[in-house]
């Protein structure tokens, strides 16, 4: 199953980042998906972390425990979305927010803490990729000297919103 | 196994089952604001799908950024205000009669227990402290609830807290929030609904028990949920007598949504209050916590007291009983938000706005404002903010400003000390 849910990896090793800090509440008034692209992770408190340098080429993000916190806005998915990344990796998520990724036909997968140790020990700080195998669900890490295979699991209801491109359509075509 | 109330609430409402972990539930009502519904608005135009499932079920309120500071931020109540007229949607709030979406939607009567409601807006778990199972979502699946009048949540475990002893003078549901978020952590609550009892919750009135209810979201819970009781049935009687008759039949309604004796919690947590002190945050999270009195040392440039959290008419009072008679110091600027009309009027009427000016505070129309950094109050760079809302994120009031969460009792004892300060107790 060809999918976008693979390429460059951009390692935010913090926990708790919230929404606030990936798209700032400024942003809100926007009513296009597309305004929101240069502001991205704007006001995240990491250092050395430079948006206009890290984020661009980037299709997947890794990071740690209780990602997308806080507020409830889908602009921060979104915000994702229009930078090209559309599956993130972490220890844990908000509730909000990983539901928001699926309901968008986006991904949000949680991997173990000592999975996620292993993947930032292995990748983090170089040019690293990830491959998704939707088929046989692994994610295959690579950087120029290593390559790792690691399976992760979703629910029913996550893989019926990656099928059917979201929630709109699938509670479109399912309930009167 | 018995049941804890928010299973009994999913229970009733089960339209579907998606897997072993997540249920579809039908929503008894779905509330819009203006920053999180035009983009569910939008995209149900473009699918050429603009209907809603029950005009009568669904309110709106431009709350946020109250009057328009743009022309965007015009643009979003254009598009909320022309949709709700299109759909005959009665309860719509625009200025004048508008306030903070969860201030103003109990205050007319819109929650009930038992009522299963979702909101494009972390806080909607507030609604929890009149024993419904409300929750914070995303845009999606607010355009699927304007839809199809449904909503997917994971399954939802249970944490009860039951909060035991008397709080001390100048203790307040805020405390006791604050103290308790500092106990779970930022996620100690993610995919749980939290009970909180016993007897102080009991004695407490409904604008505490929002307050408490409404910071929920910052442990990670989905819901915060009070049991409905009498002081439940005191607020809500003018909108329920002719459904119930008496009152008798209204609590023996209310008491079908209590958890069974038996119920299944994922965690039980006991918790004295007669110790507990006035309390701040000290970081960028909101489980870091401290009491207020080891924060003497932080001068604050600005106090802000109102939003979701504490901008109600108990939580005015006590801010002004504080300041009675009393100038703030000259460096700080006050700026109190009454959250609704109501509370405008009530303050106006028990002289509240009037010590609120006296001491040096502007008072604003109710609106957000501030509280998200949108208007009415934004930090400059470096600021510091002693503010009544519920988060003190990086930048959440302005960039590069600095937001330290406490009471409306703490944060007025700190306009008047022009650094963190905690409310005095009143009795020698
Ligand atoms: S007052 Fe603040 S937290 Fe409450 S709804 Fe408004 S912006 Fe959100």
Excluded at chain 1, 12 to 17: F, S
Excluded at chain 1, 71 to 92: C, D, M, Q, T, Y
Excluded at chain 2, 65 to 70: G, H
Aim: overall charge negative.
């Amino acid at each position: 199953m060809s999918n976008t849910f693979s390429g460059n990896i951009l390692f935010l090793d913090r926990d708790d980042i919230n929404t606030d800090e990936i798209i700032p509440a400024k942003y809100l008034t926007e009513i296009t998906k597309a305004a929101l692209k240069p502001h991205l992770l704007e006001d995240l408190l990491l250092d050395g972390f430079s948006p206009a340098r890290d984020i661009p080429g980037k299709s997947v993000v890794v990071s740690r425990a209780n990602f997308g916190c806080g507020s409830s806005r889908e602009h921060a998915p979104w915000a994702f979305e229009v930078n090209g990344i559309r599956l993130i990796i972490a220890k844990s998520f908000a509730r909000i927010f990983r539901q928001n990724m699926f309901n968008c036909g986006m991904m949000a997968v949680t991997l173990s803490g000592e999975l996620i140790d292993d993947v930032f020990r292995r990748f983090g700080g170089r040019p690293a990729s990830v491959v998704t195998d939707l088929d046989r669900s692994t994610f295959e890490f690579r950087s120029e000297t290593d390559r790792w295979i690691v399976p992760f699991t979703l629910s029913e209801f996550e893989w019926k919103m990656i099928r059917a491109g979201g929630w709109v359509n699938f509670a479109d075509a399912t309930y009167a | 196994m018995g049941k804890t109330v928010v299973e009994k609430i999913i229970d009733a409402h089960r339209v579907d089952q998606l897997g072993e972990d997540v249920v579809v539930v039908r929503l008894d009502a779905v509330f819009c604001h203006e920053i999180t519904t035009p983009m569910a608005i939008n995209d149900l135009i473009e699918r050429g799908k603009d209907r809603v499932f029950d005009p009568t079920r669904i309110k709106a309120v431009i709350d946020h950024v109250s009057p328009a500071k743009d022309s965007k931020t015009a643009m979003q109540g254009k598009i909320l205000r022309d949709w709700a007229r299109r759909h005959g949607i009665r309860d719509f709030f625009d200025i004048g009669r508008n306030g903070i979406c969860h201030a103003l939607f109990p205050e007319q009567g819109f929650v009930r227990p038992g009522y299963t409601i979702i909101m494009g807006d972390s806080h909607t778990c507030t609604y929890g402290a009149f024993g419904a199972f409300s929750a914070g979502v995303g845009t999606t699946d607010l355009e699927v609830g304007i839809l199809k009048g449904v909503c997917a949540f994971p399954l939802q475990k249970t944490i009860r807290i039951e909060l035991t002893g008397t709080l001390p003078e100048g203790v307040y549901a805020k405390d006791v929030i604050l103290s308790m978020i500092g106990i779970l952590g930022v996620e100690g609550a993610t995919n749980h609904v939290i009970e909180f009892c016993g007897p102080v919750i009991e004695q407490m009135g409904m604008d505490g028990r929002m307050t408490i209810c409404n910071m929920a979201i910052e442990a990670g819970a989905t819901c915060g949920i009070c049991y409905p009781d009498e002081t439940t049935l005191d607020y809500l009687w003018p909108f329920i007598h002719e459904e119930y008759g008496d009152r008798n039949a209204a609590l023996a309604a209310f008491r079908t949504w209590l958890p069974d004796p038996d119920a299944d919690y994922a965690r039980v947590i006991r918790q004295d209050v007669s110790h507990l002190k006035p309390m701040a945050t000290f970081g960028f999270k909101p489980d870091q916590v401290k009491p207020a009195e080891d924060m003497q040392d932080v001068a604050v440039d600005q106090v802000y007291i109102g939003s979701c959290t504490n901008g109600r008419i108990e939580d005015l009072r006590v801010a002004a009983s504080v300041l009675k008679g009393r100038r703030i110091h000259p460096r700080v600027r006050g700026i109190v938000s009454p959250a609704t009309p109501a509370v405008f009027r009530q303050a106006m009427i028990e002289g509240i706005l009037e010590i609120f000016l006296d001491a040096g505070f502007c008072v604003t129309n109710p609106t957000c404002g501030a509280c998200l950094g949108m208007s009415n109050g934004i930090l400059a760079e470096g600021e510091v903010c002693a503010s009544t809302t519920n988060r003190n994120f990086n930048g959440r009031m302005g960039k590069g400003g600095m937001v330290h969460l406490m009471s409306p009792a703490t944060a007025a004892a700190s306009a008047l000390a022009g650094h963190i300060s905690p409310a005095e107790r009143r009795s020698p």
